[in-house]
């Protein structure tokens, strides 16, 4: 499996607060069944100062640490960026980070407010060629009153990373019913930690995978862990790799075909997923052309 969002670097952000802890965080994500893993702090401006070049380095050392300690886990570095209105500018200056250099970014909104123009920084990330990856909308305190701007999100070619312990009820009632209710709907990428540590906030991808394979199926479980995070690290364009499978319609919430006002959408996507068509919705590319067409 591969962790896409994990605070593991020492002493930079409210992760890990001292290697030893890193190394402890290290060793659960092997026992886990992790082999690849993104450091990715916060950057946060005047809280989180952190920048493109320092995580890099941070990087470096603790996949240094880890090579002597004879832990084999493989590091890359990213960010959990967090949103601000020039968020291209920050990028192309290094000041935020992709995940493994790769047009693949963490991007994390505040979690009370929508921010004014959410969807034309969005906008402005796919058409300058980045795949923005929203972070645990599942968590997000205004997830229910504008599902539809996540919805938007998600068929503009956004990309959307649920947290392993939502699914497992870490974070309340609430965030697991949002990560269940996407995964069914077929709107989440990747799956991934965000650990912080190894007791409030551990490493639990397997657990993560696990659940995730009781609703959407033994293989689009292992295409949140392990296929489309691998297509991340290789920078593989979003149209190449498996677009996400709708649950079981005995699995999925009542309420995603009846109440939702996504009904017709997801009935579509699930016509074609009988149908065999993996891709129903094919990728950003197609989007973008057909709004300069
Ligand atoms: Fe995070």
Redesign the pocket.
């Known amino acids: 499996m591969i962790d896409l ?1 994990c ?1 593991i670097l020492p002493g930079i952000d409210d992760g890990a607060p001292n290697l030893s802890i890193a190394l402890d965080m290290a060793n659960a994500s092997v026992a886990d069944g992790v082999t690849d893993l993104a450091c ?1 702090p ?1 950057i946060l401006p005047g809280l989180y100062a952190n920048t493109g070049p320092q995580i890099r380095q941070a990087t470096q050392q603790l996949q240094d640490a880890l090579d002597q300690h004879g832990i084999p886990l493989r590091l890359v570095a990213g960010a ?1 960026n967090h949103i601000t209105p020039d968020f291209v500018a920050g990028l192309r200056s290094g000041q935020l980070l992709c995940l493994a250099e790769s047009r693949y970014v963490l991007v ?1 909104p505040p979690h009370h407010v929508v921010p004014p123009r959410l969807e034309e920084t969005f906008f402005g990330l796919l058409t300058a060629g980045y795949i923005p990856i929203l ?1 645990h909308p599942e968590r997000l305190s205004w997830i229910k009153s504008h599902y539809e701007v996540v919805a938007r999100l998600g068929r503009m070619g956004v990309w959307m990373q649920i947290t392993a312990g939502s699914l497992a009820g870490a974070f309340g009632k609430s965030a697991k019913y949002w990560a269940e209710r996407m995964l069914d709907e077929g709107r989440v990428h990747i799956l991934a930690t ?1 650990a912080h540590d190894t007791k409030r906030r551990p490493p639990n991808l397997r657990r993560g995978q696990d659940l995730a394979a009781v609703r959407v199926g033994e293989v689009e479980a292992e295409h949140l862990v392990t296929t489309r995070p691998r297509g991340v690290l290789a920078n593989v364009a979003p149209s190449n790799l498996p677009t996400p499978a709708l649950a079981s319609q005995d699995v999925a919430h009542a309420e995603t075909t009846s109440v939702s006002n996504h009904g017709h959408e997801i009935k579509d996507r699930h016509a074609a997923q009988r149908r065999g068509d993996s891709h129903p919705q094919r990728g950003t590319s197609r989007w973008l052309r057909r709004l300069f067409e």
């Open positions: 969002h605070h990715t916060h959990d994390e972070t965000d």
